[in-house]
């Protein structure tokens, strides 16, 4: 479902990302015993903790970019 989201991120890179954000602390892993095999991502306390950060960060370059009239960069790179 997350790749499906991100049609421009290869496998490879999904799985580092997610692994460094575990790693961290930010999100933590389920897996559960069945086949197909399933695996569900969710966010611990600390990864809900920057929710108000990143949606500041979204809204402050979400600002900029209409300022400078880029939005094709943020439309090109999702």
Do not use: F
């Not at 991502?41 to 990143?54: A, K």
């Amino acid at each position: 479902e997350l790749k499906r989201s991100m049609p421009g991120i290869t496998q490879k890179m999904l799985t580092q990302q997610l692994r460094e954000l575990e790693d961290d602390g930010v999100i933590q892993r389920k897996v559960y015993n069945q086949v197909p095999p399933k695996v569900e991502y969710s966010l611990t306390d600390y990864g809900w903790s920057l929710e108000s950060i990143l949606d500041s960060l979204c809204s402050w370059g979400e600002c900029h970019l209409e300022k400078e009239g880029n939005t094709s960069m943020l439309i090109a790179e999702g």
